[in-house]
Every structure is written in C-alpha cells, then in structure tokens.
C-alpha cells in the first residue's frame, strides 16, 4: 500500500515508512496497483489526533479516531483491518476479502500528495467536524465503521466527474478481482 502523506501526518510516521518508497509506477507484488493508493492525513477532533485516509480513485474514505502515538508503526494494519471491515460491512463477498487481504503489501509512504484528493479529504473532515455527520459529545463516541460507511454515502466530485465513493470502490473491487482470476 502507497499512502500518500500531508506533512501532518508525515512528521508523526517513523521514518522507515518512507524508507521502503519504490517508483510511482511500480506496484508491491501482486498489489493491484489501483486498489493500493491513498492519501492520509491527519486531524485534530476535540483536541485528540484521528486519521482520514482517502483512496486517490475513488475517494472511498476511511475514519480512524484516537490515534495513539503507540499505534503510528502500526498503521499499516490498523487501514488494512478498518478498509476490510467497512467493505465487508458494504457486502463484499468473503472471498474477495480473503484475496484482498493477501495480496495487500507493507504501508509504504511519500510526501507527493493530489490536490484534488486532498479537496476530498477537505470535504470530509468539514462532514466530520461541521456538519453532516451526527453531533456527539466526544471523538471517542465515533464508531470507525459506522463513520467511515456515511462518509462514503454522500456524492463526491473527481475534477468534473460526480461520483459516490461507495459504488466506485466496490466496482473497482469487482473489476479488479475479476481481472486477477483470468490472468
């Protein structure tokens, strides 16, 4: 997995993230390239660090709140385990999940970040803080999963396209696992 970083969240990562960088073009192996860039960044809710990450095709976006300084060097995982639970969440078949989930490579990361999806992830930390999404007493009341399925139930505009990230991951999902059982 490419994370793409704000400067935010790249000065919270250790530095090895950004020690397994490769080429832009290059993919881990049998990492669908597609299924494995997003951006990330993070946000300050009620004085308590969360994380947004942001998928640069679909703008499929994902909440993780409370971020612990611990759980940094765990990233990797922590995306992984929230991105395969809000899928399965989304009806996702199991098999899909199973190969999804092994062919998904180690957290690497850059600073080279997408104006046009951090637009997107500006949209949804505005849902967060501001405005759709409802009112709770405390970040740590946020169900991850819960958040994470209504931030991707709202339209979201790609340069001059209007799509829903929900229906664009899972058919990106479908086109990408189709693809890989007839190669």
């Given at each position: 997995?490419l994370?793409?970083?704000?400067?935010k969240?790249?000065?919270?990562?250790p530095?090895?993230?950004?020690?397994?960088?490769?080429?832009?073009?290059?993919?881990v192996?049998?990492?669908?390239?597609?299924?494995?860039a997003?951006?990330?960044h993070?946000?300050?809710l009620?004085?308590?660090?969360c994380?947004?990450?942001?998928h640069?095709?679909?703008?499929?976006?994902?909440?993780?709140?409370?971020l612990?300084?611990?759980?940094v060097?765990e990233?990797?995982?922590?995306h992984?385990?929230?991105?395969?639970?809000?899928?399965?969440?989304?009806?996702?078949p199991?098999?899909?999940?199973?190969?999804?989930e092994?062919?998904?490579g180690?957290?690497?990361?850059?600073?080279?970040?997408?104006?046009?999806v951090l637009a997107s992830?500006?949209?949804?930390a505005?849902?967060?803080?501001?405005g759709?999404?409802p009112r709770?007493a405390?970040?740590l009341d946020?169900?991850p999963?819960?958040?994470?399925?209504?931030?991707?139930?709202?339209?979201?505009?790609?340069?001059t396209?209007?799509?829903?990230?929900a229906?664009?991951m899972?058919?990106?999902?479908?086109?990408?696992?189709?693809?890989?059982?007839?190669?």
């Amino acid at each position: 997995m490419l994370l793409h970083c704000t400067k935010k969240l790249a000065a919270k990562l250790p530095a090895d993230v950004f020690g397994k960088l490769a080429p832009r073009s290059v993919s881990v192996q049998g990492e669908p390239s597609s299924l494995g860039a997003w951006h990330g960044h993070l946000l300050i809710l009620d004085r308590r660090p969360c994380l947004l990450f942001c998928h640069d095709l679909t703008r499929y976006v994902l909440f993780l709140p409370c971020l612990r300084m611990s759980q940094v060097g765990e990233l990797g995982r922590l995306h992984r385990e929230l991105f395969l639970a809000t899928l399965a969440a989304e009806g996702v078949p199991a098999a899909y999940l199973d190969r999804l989930e092994r062919i998904w490579g180690p957290l690497r990361g850059d600073t080279k970040t997408d104006r046009s999806v951090l637009a997107s992830l500006r949209v949804a930390a505005d849902d967060l803080q501001y405005g759709s999404l409802p009112r709770v007493a405390n970040v740590l009341d946020l169900d991850p999963m819960t958040t994470s399925r209504r931030l991707n139930e709202r339209p979201c505009r790609v340069r001059t396209l209007l799509i829903w990230p929900a229906q664009a991951m899972l058919a990106l999902i479908d086109e990408e696992m189709r693809a890989s059982t007839t190669t």
